[in-house]
């Protein structure tokens, strides 16, 4: 073996074709540029587009839920606060009524009930009362007159507590004035005064 042969360095180069080269150079390109993505065929699209339009469709079928229930709260919110002015309509109006009818049961009390000259005018005032009184329940608006009960604070207002023997704390022992309430709801207190423990 020659020395040449043994060493490459001295060998000399071979020579490659045009043709040769151009393979290589095409090879090298398309292992450096990523291969293009297939496009997609026609029963691939088909799927994705029916995906897409099952989203909006339930996208779609939510919203008009949302929308209904909507409008179902609108629709009872409307008619209960219809139903809430048909029903306390009258508050203000009746709550200036009950001075008159607190007057008249004054006036009936400072009234002596033995003075047979008087019995004609308490008459009158027992009558007139009596009268705004069933008008008052023809509207639905409620005495409270809590005398002997026990003392309830979202109905009675405390004006004084006095000590009494025999008788149970917090008990509504007077009534200065009487509540009123319309359709269940508080449009005045009743005064009372309460008993608290003897000392």
Known sequence: ??????????????????????????????????????????????????????????????ADIRAQAEIQNVRKRAERDVQHARKFALEKFAGDLLSVADNLERGLAALDADDDALQGAREGIELTLKSLLDAFAKYNLEQISPSDEPFNPELHEAMTMVPVPNVEPNTVIDVLEKGYQLNGRLIRPARVIVSKAAE
């Open 1 to 62: 073996m020659s020395d040449q042969e043994k060493d490459p360095k001295n060998a000399e180069p071979q020579v490659e074709t045009a043709e040769e080269q151009q393979a290589a150079k095409e090879a090298e390109a398309a292992q450096a540029e990523p291969s293009a993505p297939e496009e997609p065929s026609a029963e691939e699209k088909l799927a994705e587009a029916e995906v897409e339009l099952a989203k909006v469709k339930k996208a779609l079928s939510e």
